[in-house]
């Protein structure tokens, strides 16, 4: 089985962020406070309570050089967590938003981080010595509608945005003063702060988690319409798939290498997708393990399907003697999956493991290595 160590935090988690040595996580049982859990004798203590957001947190992201944690809430601010000898102490983040902020992610040399908002804008944090603050630097006029997700792109310069409008945006967020610029010409750092570099139109619904892969080379997202979204050569031509699968629809996106893509969301179980010697995308499996009825097909048609659903019957199975009236949805997770973190080995770029948190309250542990039939996706 995948999933190799199952933890019941709280009622509900709304995000989760790991400690750059694995030892500790924070997550926010959803409310207006972050929790930071560390494994102590193979029991998992409470340390520390970070309160300063008055509504729910709704992103949390930990550095790993750094060891700051930064988080963002529906209360429009952000604050930057930084360890001073037993104590989290926080620090206030000028976002300049009139509406809540979503998502926060720091940039590769964790010099900036970004964060999406309901404003329609994302902002582009970065520290001031002189002041002892952190501003930021907004891309406006860009997005039609709320920023759902972000995704910095390795080179530390061109971000990934996802927005209920529909659309994945990519954009420069070049600062002065903070990133260095290249020599050479035709580089990132010729671009201007808040350049649009790629508007993508691919999906008709609501759009989230987007991701870039380990090389920069291909981002994904996922739309509400149950599809996912495969996008290379991003710039002037992009080539650009979707996958369009019969379940529901995902939230969260995790490239574990160039070729293989983890989804997760409102099935509870975490999707694999891989791409083959040509570059086609395909779904490959689910990665929990199901328990599906033994009596009927696997699959019934579209109509059964309903008819089903609506009389209480599982989705896979339905039979015809009696009405199956237990819940196969899933099967670690027992509600949405809304965030997935991975856990690198230190120095290593390669995952192999990573953990998932949701509704249900649960961060789970999932190792790749233990599925044979995906050694050949995961190089």
Same mark, same amino acid.
């Given at each position: 089985m995948a999933a190799i160590a199952v933890h019941q935090f709280a009622q509900c988690i709304t995000c989760h962020a790991w400690s750059p040595d694995r030892a500790m996580v924070a997550f926010c049982p959803n409310n207006n406070e972050v929790h930071i859990y560390k494994l102590i004798q193979e029991k998992w203590e409470k340390l520390h309570v970070l309160q300063k957001h008055d509504q729910i947190v709704s992103g949390i992201d930990w550095s790993v050089r750094s060891n700051r944690i930064v988080t963002v809430s529906h209360d429009r601010?952000?604050?930057?967590?930084?360890?001073?000898?037993?104590?989290?102490?926080?620090?206030?983040?000028?976002?300049?938003?009139?509406?809540?902020?979503?998502?926060?992610?720091?940039?590769?040399k964790e010099n900036k981080f970004a964060v999406g908002s309901g404003a329609k804008t994302v902002c582009i944090c970065y520290y001031e010595q002189e002041n002892n603050w952190w501003v930021s630097k907004l891309i406006r006029k860009r997005h039609d509608s709320s920023v759902t997700s972000v995704a910095w792109h390795p080179n530390n310069v061109f971000l990934a945005t996802t927005s209920t409008d529909g659309k994945c945006r990519v954009f420069s967020t070049f600062i002065k003063g903070v /990133?260095?610029?290249?020599?050479?010409?035709?580089?990132?750092?010729?671009?201007?702060?808040?350049?649009?570099?790629?508007?993508?139109?691919?999906s008709f619904s609501w759009a989230f988690g987007v991701k870039?892969?380990?090389?920069?080379?291909?981002?994904a997202y996922v739309g509400h319409n149950?599809?996912?979204?495969?996008?290379? /050569?991003?710039?002037?031509?992009?080539?650009?798939?979707?996958?369009?699968?019969?379940d529901l629809p995902l939230r969260d996106v995790l490239f574990v290498s160039e070729k293989m893509v983890i989804g997760v969301g409102f099935d509870c179980n975490p999707m694999v997708f891989a791409a083959d010697e040509t570059g086609i995308w395909t779904f490959i499996k689910f990665l929990d393990e199901r328990k599906t009825s033994s009596s009927g097909p696997k699959y019934g048609s579209q109509f059964s399907e309903a008819f089903g659903k609506l009389y209480g019957q599982s989705k896979y199975g339905v039979g015809n003697d009696a009405v199956e009236s237990s819940r196969t949805r899933g099967g670690t997770h027992v509600n949405c999956i809304n965030c997935i973190v991975p856990?690198?080995?230190?120095?290593?770029?390669?995952?192999?493991?990573?953990?998932?948190?949701g509704l249900d309250g649960k961060i789970v542990t999932w190792d790749l290595e233990s599925q044979e039939d995906l050694l050949n996706y995961h190089l």
């Open positions: 601010n952000s604050y930057v967590w930084n360890q001073e000898g037993s104590e989290w102490v926080p620090t206030l983040v000028i976002l300049r938003l009139n509406r809540a902020a979503f998502c926060v992610q720091w940039s590769p /990133d260095i610029k290249e020599k050479k010409e035709g580089t990132s750092s010729d671009t201007k702060f808040g350049e649009q570099i790629l508007q993508l139109d691919l870039w892969s380990p090389g920069g080379n291909t981002l149950s599809m996912i979204y495969f996008v290379d /050569d991003v710039g002037p031509s992009p080539l650009a798939q979707n996958v369009a699968f019969r856990l690198r080995e230190a120095g290593s770029s390669r995952i192999t493991r990573f953990t998932t948190s």
